[in-house]
């Protein structure tokens, strides 16, 4: 029996009233009395009919993860380090000059992060005043505009056209003076959809901050870190949580212009690393061929994915460059499959809003799991 997979943070939330009490009210700011979680709170396993899952096996294609897991070595050291008791290197020197090799950038533009969602939020917080704006162009994770809530800031979405694609000039016109901070994600979250260079460049040139979060580089293998020793307002971030298999030990970086990695290094908590992430990150940069062959087997999986969901009646899946593919439903509610799917243990995503309407994400997943949602998708057929 597969154990009983923790805390999803992207389902949706359940609505949580604000509680009131005399301090809360007289010291929290008022900016955030309206904020609702973006954290999930719908655990799997924990609906009723979660319950009647045939032998509590689960099928977990809901969080972009990497079914494989992390690379057994990773295991192994986490086993035998032996200094825990000892707070680990604020400066993450190794584990920064690691980085800086597998980026093949310097290690003086590297920072660390628990997950890239800290350095999301570590950026927000040094450049953002109250008042200032971003611009994220959505549908899009949805981070970068609760990070800037948070940090007293407004987000400005600017729709992807037809294809998903950025569109640039929107993105001129929607800058403020007050806007400091342009997010591309490439490849996008929920999309799968690159954004190339040129437009990257074309965004550069507005003098903004520019974030592209390569959180799914390593299934895409395009990247534009290496533009960052050429423009003083490039940051890249990227992340352990998807191709690595260490969602569940948080370990992110960004890669960006020296003077950004000091002023970084100022504000972030001194250990914001822990000791087991440092050394799983380090472990998994010794391991990147058995990485890679799971990230590969991933590849074949979600284009297998996609062919086999372009032959369901009722979707039209969208071509994938990250480890997930996205799919329109029509003539169903896609909130209705994914309730019926996790009645047979099979988690997957599913989105309703102005901008994607009654959608599904499917991770990609072992050649079983496409197996068992595609067997599942198609009883509804017809
Ligand atoms: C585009 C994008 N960026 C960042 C993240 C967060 O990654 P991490 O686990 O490193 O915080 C995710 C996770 O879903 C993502 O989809």
Redesign the pocket.
């Known amino acids: 029996m597969s154990p009983r997979p923790p805390a999803q943070?992207?389902e949706p939330a359940v609505k949580h009233p604000r509680r009131s009490s005399p301090a809360i009210d007289r010291l929290e700011r008022r900016d955030l009395r309206e904020l609702k979680p973006y954290e999930p709170i719908m655990l799997p396993g924990t609906l009723p009919q979660d319950a009647a899952i045939d032998g509590g096996a689960v099928v977990k294609l809901d969080?972009?993860e990497n079914v494989y897991g992390c690379s057994p070595r990773v295991a192994a050291a986490l086993r035998s380090y032996d200094q825990y008791h000892i707070y680990p290197d604020p400066e993450q020197r190794d584990l920064r000059q690691a980085l800086a090799d597998y980026a093949n950038v310097d290690a003086a533009s590297v920072l660390a992060?628990?997950?890239?969602?800290?350095?999301?939020d570590l950026l927000l917080r040094l450049v953002l005043e109250p008042g200032d704006s971003i611009i994220t162009c959505v549908p899009?994770?949805g981070?970068y505009a609760f990070n800037t809530q948070v940090c007293g800031g407004r987000a400005i979405e600017v729709p992807r056209d037809e294809r998903y694609q950025i569109d640039v000039r929107r993105v001129a016109e929607a800058i403020e003076p007050a806007t400091k901070v342009i997010f591309v994600?490439s490849?996008?979250?929920?999309t799968g959809t690159l954004t190339d260079r040129r437009a990257v460049e074309e965004l550069l040139d507005t003098g903004r901050l520019v974030v592209v979060?390569e959180?799914?580089y390593e299934f895409s293998g395009l990247t534009v870190a290496d533009l960052v020793s050429r423009f003083d307002n490039l940051v890249v971030?990227?992340?352990?949580?998807?191709w690595a298999g260490l969602?569940g030990l948080?370990?992110?970086y960004g890669i960006m212009p020296p003077a950004f990695r000091e002023r970084l290094m100022v504000i972030k908590p001194p250990y914001n690393i822990s000791a087991a992430a440092q050394v799983a990150a380090l472990e998994s940069l010794d391991d990147i061929e058995y990485l890679m062959s799971t990230v590969r087997a991933l590849v074949t999986e979600r284009d297998r994915l996609y062919h086999m969901l372009q032959q369901i009646g009722f979707l039209e899946p969208v071509p994938s460059q990250?480890n997930f593919v996205l799919s329109h439903v029509s003539g169903r509610e896609a909130v209705t499959l994914q309730r019926e799917l996790r009645k047979r243990g099979i988690y997957i995503r599913h989105f309703d809003t102005p901008l994607l309407k009654n959608s599904i994400r499917i991770s990609a997943g072992k050649p079983e799991h496409t197996d068992a949602v595609i067997d599942a998708l198609k009883t509804w057929e017809g």
């Open positions: 943070r992207d969080g972009n992060g628990a997950g890239s969602d800290e350095v999301i899009t994770f981070m994600a490849p996008n979250n929920p979060d959180a799914y971030l990227r992340t352990f949580s998807k969602a948080r370990i992110g990250a």
